[in-house]
């Protein structure tokens, strides 16, 4: 049974609230002048179908649009615009006001925008009124805190169930506010500022968790502000890294560490960013033995009592960097063997990269070796080219230096063939320019590219230098040509057998030239066309 029109367009107009977003500009430009073309009448609708509505638009130039009712992303105009346009939009506008009210479809659309700056201002007048009760922040830790976690309370969780980007909108107010507050004197507001990013990381992903926010949009956009945090994070702690810093900080970092723990088990989301900004701190700013070894003591507890359901994996990397960073480098190695290699693959770049930066070439090997291993595991399991490649790329680069100060290449190139195919681009210029030809002739095949396809500068160097490893290359490729069985296939297999021959001559091979094409002819003799382009091309008759 077919779905009645109006539930086609009911059914369109919500994509279309997800496609486009009131806060971004082009899309509000967009929807604005989609209006004013419905609204001067110049839509004039042709057919509307079970799968389409056809229409034509009077702009500057007449536009024909189709709109697909069951896939709104494939809609089609004649104007040159690349994706949803103005005539698209007009056209959806005519035919909703067969049911419906087109500003009011509109103004529901505007209001998660009218919502973010009435929750903005709202927001910005509770944040003055905190600054009027708390001023400027002395140096006092759990003041702070509590400062911070009322500042939070009032202007983010006043409401429940907010827009996704209002909450962000109000976290960027949230923020000014704890800078408004912030200590004069630069060295304590350095450390103000770090120790208000730890505690705004976390009460934002316990947010962002409480609420739900698992939309792939949404979800982008939270995450830019937690690498955001991060970023901010590691420039404080480089800051305070380079100043004497007073005894007076000792307890603020105490205290700041024991509530860093809380990154490990918090919340369920943002595992890789938990960890990274776990690292940051205990590697740069937490540095006592003693502190070390307690919390090493403390993970060991923990994981201990670990419960089924919960993920143990933020624990035992923060285990493994304890161990470490207190140059207990067999039994990290023994806490990474315990961890799936899917698992603990991306964290070993850390701290591949952080012996590269010491010069401890020793402490390395052992990690670079499991890398290498492991890292075949762990682009199999993931679903996207991008990070694969992504990925390899990190890995090469953070195993180069290593590679070159010991003159490990055939460790790097171990990393490129374990890492195909996404290490391809990398591989082929390194062989190419060792000039190892056969190596660089069976990438090609492994990675299927035809002769055809390969660039025609570096077959020229090869045909110079070491012509015989063209040979074997041409056959494959030739024969795969052969293969599809059609007339534009066997005229690439006939050029391509035509350069196999100029070799073989310049290799004075020609007898076994004519042995292998006597006997390709002979297991082809049913395929006509393929002898046709033979004769055509005049290697029959040579």
């Known amino acids: 049974m077919s779905m009645p029109a109006s539930e086609h367009i009911r059914a369109m107009s919500e994509k279309l609230a997800q496609l486009l977003h009131p806060e971004i500009e082009e899309d509000a430009k967009l929807v ?19 799968d389409a509505m056809v229409a034509t638009v009077q702009d500057v130039v007449r536009a024909r649009v189709e709109l697909d009712v069951n896939f709104f992303e494939m809609s089609q105009c004649s104007c040159p615009a690349n994706g949803i346009c103005r005539h698209q939009m007009a056209v959806f506008f005519l035919a909703y ?21 009435a929750e903005a ?17 002395k140096p006092d830790y759990d003041r702070w805190i509590q400062s911070f976690g009322e500042s939070f309370t009032t202007i983010l969780q006043t409401k429940q169930h907010l827009n996704p980007y209002v909450v962000i909108e109000l976290f960027r107010v949230y923020r000014r506010r704890l800078s408004a507050s912030a200590p004069v004197k630069q060295e304590w507001k350095l450390l103000y500022d770090l120790i208000g990013t730890v505690f705004s990381f976390q009460k934002l992903a316990e947010l962002s968790q409480e609420m739900g926010y698992t939309n792939d949009g949404v979800r982008r956009t939270f995450d830019l502000v937690f690498s955001q945090l991060i970023d901010e994070a590691e420039s404080l702690v480089q800051k305070l890294g380079v100043q004497t810093m007073p005894f007076a900080f000792d307890a603020f970092i105490e205290k700041l560490k024991d509530d860093t723990t809380s990154l490990l088990t918090a919340v369920d989301e943002l595992e890789y960013d938990r960890i990274y900004l776990y690292r940051l701190l205990w590697s740069h700013l937490f540095k006592k033995k003693s502190w070390r070894e307690d919390e090493l003591k403390k993970i060991e507890l923990r994981l201990e009592k670990i419960m089924d359901w919960e ?29 799936q290699d899917e698992k603990v693959t991306p964290y070993l770049l850390y701290w591949i990269e952080l012996f590269s930066q010491q010069k401890s070439w020793n402490r390395a090997a052992p990690l670079i070796d499991l890398l290498v291993q492991k890292v075949k595991v762990y682009l199999e399991v993931q679903r996207s080219y991008y990070a694969c490649t992504g990925f390899t790329n990190m890995l090469l680069k953070a195993i180069l230096p290593f590679c070159k100060t010991n003159e490990r290449f055939d460790l790097y190139e171990r990393a490129l063939l374990q890492s195909l195919p996404y290490s391809y681009a990398e591989y082929e210029i390194s062989l190419f320019e060792q000039g190892m030809y056969d190596k660089w002739s069976e990438l090609q095949s492994f990675i299927g590219y035809q002769y055809d396809q390969l660039p025609k500068d570096r077959l020229k160097v090869i045909e110079k230098e070491q012509p015989e490893v063209l040979i074997s290359l041409l056959h494959q490729s030739a024969q795969q040509q052969i293969d599809l069985k ?16 100029t070799i073989y001559k310049k290799q004075k091979r020609v007898s076994d030239w004519q042995f292998f094409f006597e006997n390709l002819l002979e297991r082809t003799r049913r395929l006509r066309a393929f002898h046709e382009e033979c004769k055509r091309s005049k290697l029959i008759d040579a």
Request: aromatic letters at 4%; charged letters at 25%.
């Open 121 to 137: 201002a709202l927001g910005m007048e509770k944040a003055r009124d905190l600054i009027k009760a708390n001023g400027i922040l």
């Open 311 to 339: 993920n143990p994996i933020p624990l035992q990397i923060a285990g493994v960097h304890v161990c470490m960073l207190l140059q207990m480098d067999d039994s990290a190695l023994r806490l990474i063997s315990s961890i």
């Open 32 to 50: 604005q002048k989609g209006m004013l073309l419905y609204r001067q009448g110049l839509v004039t609708l042709l057919r509307v179908g079970e």
């Open 486 to 501: 059609n007339r534009q296939s066997y005229k690439s297999a006939v050029r391509q057998l035509k350069k196999l021959r």
């Open 97 to 117: 006001s067969k049911s419906g009210s087109v500003a009011d479809w509109i103004e529901q659309w505007r209001k998660p925008v009218q919502e973010k700056k």
